[in-house]
């Protein structure tokens, strides 16, 4: 990630509203509390937490042809910017394959919010949050404010970030079995394979193709290298008509 404080920002936001809310009961609040403590804490003895929470981020862009993208991304590198179909649920690939616990919490296609004040939640966070935390049945209750939790961690950054008019998947995978790692640049880095799904947040076997519907490749890509994408479609049955 180029932004170290991703999926934390609004820790301390919630923490203050959990502080001062007034329309909510002790009960209520109680419960966004216990909810928050899941996405953001070691609740679990048995399951390892990472500082975000083990959120796991999908980001991409509405703009098929951003430049400030192709700045900050492709620079002396051939770069390729891969279009997918929003509408194609998308699940996690365990590292076994298998489909056993299928279900994984996610939030779908989602624009991100951008802030530079991170010491409240924004209006349209707070009241979605309240009306969650109102239901009087339990386990919409819990379903709803976790939910709206969820969105609140994935979906806001720093206004610094905001040319990249960013669009995004999070998905929340507390279970290590289905992790991947990789030198990243802040050290070792957690990260999960995502494929084409049955529906949004059911795993992924990994077999059927993912919904790609365009690469575009960077200005200073070769003919060779436009040759080389055909050649990786071609070897996994998709195929590609040229486009100016």
């Keep these: ?14 923490r203050d509203f959990l502080s ?9 609040l109680a419960m966004i509390e216990m909810q928050f403590g899941f996405l953001t804490s070691n609740m679990y003895p048995h399951s390892t937490r990472v500082p975000q929470g083990n959120m796991f981020l999908l ?5 098929n042809d951003a430049l400030t993208l192709w700045r900050n991304y492709a620079r ?10 929003p509408e194609t649920p998308l699940g996690i690939i365990r590292t076994d394959h298998s489909l056993r616990n299928r279900w994984s919490d996610i939030v779908r296609w989602n624009d991100v919010k951008y802030t530079s004040a991170f010491s409240e939640l924004p209006p349209q966070n707070v009241n979605p949050l309240r009306e969650a935390a109102q239901s009087e049945d339990p386990g919409d209750q819990i379903v709803r404010i976790s939910m709206e939790l969820q969105r609140t961690l994935s979906g806001i950054k720093h ?3 905001e040319d990249e008019r960013e669009t995004r998947i999070a998905f929340f995978d507390d279970s290590t079995s289905d992790w ?3 030198a990243g640049r802040f050290g070792l880095t957690p990260y999960v394979r995502v494929g084409t799904s049955t529906q949004w947040g059911n795993y992924s076997d990994g077999s059927p193709k993912l919904p790609i519907e365009a690469i575009r490749v960077s200005a200073n890509a070769s003919e060779a ?15 590609a008509v040229r486009g100016e």
Excluded: P, W
């Excluded at 980001?59 to 703009?63: A, V, W």
């Excluded at 290298?225 to 195929?239: N, P």
């Design 180 to 182: 991947n790692f990789r």
């Design 76 to 85: 002396e590198a051939v770069s390729f910017a891969v279009g997918l179909n």
């Design 59 to 63: 980001c991409g862009s509405r703009d």
């Design 20 to 28: 001062s809310e007034k329309n909510l009961t002790s009960s209520q």
């Design 225 to 239: 290298d436009i040759m080389a994408v055909h050649a990786l479609l071609e070897c996994y049955g998709l195929f």
């Design 159 to 161: 206004s610094a970030f």
């Design 1 to 14: 990630m180029n932004d170290k404080l991703e999926g934390s920002v609004m820790h301390s936001a919630v």
